[in-house]
């Protein structure tokens, strides 16, 4: 095999590893809740609703 050839393979695996890291790393980001988001119990109340007001 040569150089060429080598280094082809090599920058190809090093593509595939890259995506499988990012897709394991990724893979609950759309599944959390976001900070600072208010369910429908603290809304339920009109102390938890006056809560969210700003000073």
């Known amino acids: 095999m040569n150089t060429r ?3 082809r393979l090599f920058i ?3 593509i595939v590893a890259l995506a ?3 897709t394991y790393a990724c ?3 759309l599944n959390t809740t976001p900070q600072g988001v208010l369910n429908e ?3 339920s ?3 938890g609703a006056w809560a969210t ?3």
């Open 5 to 7: 050839k080598s280094n």
């Open 12 to 14: 190809g695996m090093a």
């Open 20 to 22: 499988i890291g990012v």
């Open 27 to 29: 893979k609950d980001f």
């Open 41 to 43: 119990d603290a809304l």
């Open 45 to 47: 109340t009109a102390s």
């Open 53 to 55: 007001r700003n000073p």
